[in-house]
């Protein structure tokens, strides 16, 4: 069969169809509000705050406080510790004057060469 | 209990307050959104029973999950959303994308069953129409709803699908052409 015509969508006013049931829309917020189950979830079973529960958060807070207090305390002490044994070295090559090596020297009975050759070999 | 009027802005708030005014957001939620969603479901599924189903699954889909809907897109996009999910889901749970002339085991025809269907008023042409949608892809089929039937803007389309506006006119100029394909092949 030959077609008279070619069809168009847009020579077509759009029109739907389908109908419902009578009163359907005018009933359905209703229908689907009915439908719906509780929300237990959300408002009926809201746990209850116990004073443990309450406190929780801070005691927690308080012991990553204390630990990282004393890591802190650690670090400190173990570098104050090198410190104290740096200052020590500090004291102990600070604390013999040139007189008293000069003097130690001259009372060491070493003579000139026993210096050359000491400095000499000291690596 | 007086009807409460939409206001997006409104009714977002309410959601997060005590459960009356939770009820009562979504009841201004659903009294809004349920026909043009109702709509949208059944030009895919055809039948009322099915439509009817898949809106009310749709709803309590929303309430039940109302507390991850944190408000960052719109309401009636959510909404879309999970619509188009839920029919998505029961089409190719129920095939309806059945054969679209009857087969040799006599399974009927979308027209056939549009003709029997009591809520179907279209005529021969509109069950043409409604056979040559059939045999879209469903992506295709439901831009090409909402753009005819439910005459929806690109825009609106793109939110709720989560489509770029160009692909969504590409999308639409296919699916016209296939139709006009359709009617132009019968016979």
Known sequence: MEKDRIYKIDEHEPRRPFTVPEGYFENLTQNIMAAL???????????????????????????????IFFCIK????ISSRNNAAQVADIEETTIYSD????????????????????????? | ??????????????????????????????????????????????SHEDANDILQNTFIKAWTNLDSFMGYSRISTWLYR????????????????????TDDEGE??????????????????ERQLQEAIATLPDKQRMVFNMKYFNEMKY???????????????????IAVKKIE?????ID
């Open chain 1, 37 to 67: 189950p509780e929300q237990e979830s959300v408002y009926s079973t809201r746990i209850t705050v116990t004073p443990w529960m309450r406190i929780r958060p801070y005691l927690y807070a308080a012991a990553a406080f204390a630990g």
């Open chain 1, 74 to 77: 650690a670090a400190v002490g």
């Open chain 1, 99 to 123: 007189e008293y090596i000069d003097s130690f020297l001259e009372t060491a009975m070493i003579d000139d060469f026993t210096l050359y050759y000491t400095f000499v070999n000291a690596n």
């Open chain 2, 1 to 46: 209990m007086a009807m409460m009027a939409y206001d997006e802005r409104r009714i977002l708030d309410m959601l997060h307050e005590d459960e009356l005014s939770r009820h009562r957001a979504f009841e201004a939620i659903v009294r809004n959104f349920s026909e043009q969603l109702y709509w949208q479901i059944r030009h895919m599924v055809l």
């Open chain 2, 82 to 101: 999970i619509a188009i999910n839920e029919t998505l889901t029961f089409l190719n749970r129920q095939k309806v994308t059945v054969p679209i002339e």
């Open chain 2, 108 to 125: 009927m025809s979308i027209a056939d069953r549009l003709e029997s269907d009591p809520y179907f008023d279209g005529d021969l042409t």
């Open chain 2, 155 to 173: 825009e609106e389309i793109s939110e709720a699908l989560g489509t770029s506006v160009g692909a969504l006119k590409a999308s639409f100029h």
């Open chain 2, 181 to 185: 394909e359709y009617f132009n092949n």
